[in-house]
Nanobody
Framework: EVQLVESGGGLVQVGGSLRLSCAASGFTFDDYVFGWFRQAPGKEREGVVCNNSLDSTTYYADSVKGRFTISKDNAKKMVYLQMNSLKPEDTAIYYC????????????????WGQGIQVTVSS
C-alpha cells in the first residue's frame, strides 16, 4: 500500500522559510515521480511543483519559481519541498503526491496522496 506522510508545516512569518518533508513507503520509490500541490481556503487545489516522468523535467508554478525547490533522497525514501521567501499567498494545505507516470502537473495525474499539512504565512 502506497503511503505518503507530510511533515514540517507550521506558522512562519513573511519572508521566512520552511522545508516540507514527505515520507514514502509501500512502493518502489525509485520508480515513482512526485509532486507537491496546495489548496488554499476557497480555492481549487493547484500544482506547485511536479517532476515529469516523460522528459525528466521539473515543472514549477509561476507563483513559486525561484522560491521553491523539490528534492528527493532515494536512500531515505523522502521527498522535500524547500520554500523560501514565503508570502501570505503561500498559505495553504500542502500535499505530497506520487505516481508512476506524470506528464502534467495536474492532480488527476497522481493516484497517491498524503493527508496534507498546513502552512500559514503571517504578515
Amino acid at each position: 500500500e502506497v503511503q505518503l506522510v507530510e511533515s514540517g508545516g507550521g506558522l512562519v512569518q513573511v519572508g521566512g522559510s520552511l522545508r516540507l518533508s514527505c515520507a514514502a513507503s509501500g512502493f518502489t520509490f525509485d520508480d515513482y515521480v512526485f509532486g507537491w500541490f496546495r489548496q488554499a481556503p476557497g480555492k481549487e487545489r493547484e500544482g506547485v511543483v511536479c517532476n515529469n516522468s516523460l522528459d525528466s523535467t521539473t515543472y514549477y508554478a509561476d507563483s513559486v519559481k525561484g522560491r521553491f525547490t523539490i528534492s528527493k533522497d532515494n536512500a531515505k525514501k523522502m521527498v522535500y519541498l524547500q520554500m523560501n521567501s514565503l508570502k501570505p499567498e503561500d498559505t495553504a494545505i500542502y500535499y505530497c503526491a506520487a505516481d508512476l507516470k506524470v506528464w502534467e502537473c495536474e492532480d488527476t495525474n497522481f493516484a497517491s496522496w498524503g493527508q496534507g499539512i498546513q502552512v500559514t504565512v503571517s504578515s
